[in-house]
């Protein structure tokens, strides 16, 4: 499987998320978790979901990794 990684930053906010090229039954059995630790190692983020699929025409729904900037 091929996966990517997707960030975006709009507005001082980061977002992320993962697609997989693959169809929406194969993204089903697919989960992530993604963590983003600063430099100094003492604050960790962490965001859970499920993958999205390049495999569609549709608008994706669904949860992703946000953060503030400064």
């Known amino acids: 499987m091929t996966f990517f990684l997707v960030g975006r930053k ?19 059995h ?5 963590t983003v630790t600063n430099n100094a190692g003492n604050k960790k983020y962490m965001h859970e979901g ?7 025409d549709e608008v ?3 949860s992703v990794f946000m953060m503030a900037t400064e």
Do not use: H
């Open 30 to 34: 697919y989960s992530y978790t993604l």
């Open 10 to 28: 709009q507005c001082d906010v980061l977002r992320f998320w993962i697609y997989i090229a693959g169809s929406y039954l194969e993204a089903k």
């Open 60 to 62: 994706a729904k669904g």
């Open 50 to 56: 499920q993958v999205f699929t390049l495999d569609s």
